[in-house]
T-cell receptor
Framework: DAKTTQPTSMDCAEGRAANLPCNHSTISGNEYVYWYRQIHSQGPQYIIHGLKNNETNEMASLIITEDRKSSTLILPHATLRDTAVYYCIVRVANYGQNFVFGPGTRLSVLP | GAGVSQSPSNKVTEKGKDVELRCDPISGHTALYWYRQSLGQGLEFLIYFQGNSAPDKSGLPSDRFSAERTGGSVSTLTIQRTQQEDSAVYLC????????????????FGPGTRLTVL
């Protein structure tokens, strides 16, 4: 699976959009971009995933560049409860394959 | 609906004792995964089940670790002769079997069991 690079930490003001970047310059054509988050003392939570097109759901939006070498997770109106570690994972959509979680980005939403 | 549940939520044991950790996946999910997370570290994959069989046991750190799954549902992770380095949060995840391209391999995690070996 392709390696990802994320900033170690970010701050965001409550109510503002949080934009979390992820670089995956070695991504292969059949690899998806997944985002999970882990709030303190909880298990990881699925947020969103995509292949080529931008995706949006009730939690977030995922913007993938045309060359697929980077992506951005957008939380449109961050709340204090969005404070968590956010993981960007690139892998094939292979049923039964484990996810490899790197260090992620620690997002702190500030009041 | 109900998510993945794990029990106990916390387990404190003495070095050398055996422990059993339980995972109840989301109903109907055929794939089940065990991970562990040491303090301040990322997730470490342990084992994957498809139904009751375990095609991938590559992550089990030693032969003291074993896992089983019965009825395609509940799974138990057993650690024999626990050591202090086994202290971690043990996480279970499950995923449904759907058509490729959908959320087929999205994994849904439980809250974890925090194991402390004294």
């Amino acid at each position: 699976d392709a390696k990802t690079t994320q900033p170690t930490s970010m701050d965001c003001a409550e109510g503002r959009a949080a934009n979390l970047p992820c670089n995956h310059s070695t991504i292969s054509g059949n690899e998806y971009v997944y985002w999970y988050r882990q709030i303190h003392s909880q298990g990881p939570q699925y947020i969103i995933h995509g292949l080529k097109n931008n995706e949006t759901n009730e939690m977030a939006s995922l913007i993938i560049t045309e060359d697929r070498k980077s992506s951005t997770l957008i939380l449109p109106h961050a709340t204090l409860r969005d404070t968590a570690v956010y993981y960007c994972i690139v892998r094939v959509a292979n049923y039964g394959q484990n996810f490899v979680f790197g260090p992620g980005t620690r997002l702190s939403v500030l009041p | 609906g109900a998510g993945v549940s794990q029990s106990p939520s916390n387990k404190v044991t003495e070095k050398g004792k055996d422990v059993e950790l339980r995972c109840d996946p989301i109903s109907g999910h055929t794939a089940l995964y065990w991970y562990r997370q040491s303090l301040g570290q990322g997730l470490e994959f342990l084992i994957y089940f498809q139904g009751n069989s375990a095609p991938d046991k590559s992550g089990l750190p030693s032969d003291r670790f074993s896992a089983e799954r019965t009825g395609g549902s509940v799974s138990t992770l057993t650690i024999q002769r626990t050591q202090q380095e086994d202290s971690a949060v043990y996480l279970c995840a499950s995923s449904p079997k759907e058509l490729a391209g959908g959320r087929a391999d999205t994994q849904y995690f439980g809250p974890g069991t925090r194991l402390t070996v004294l």
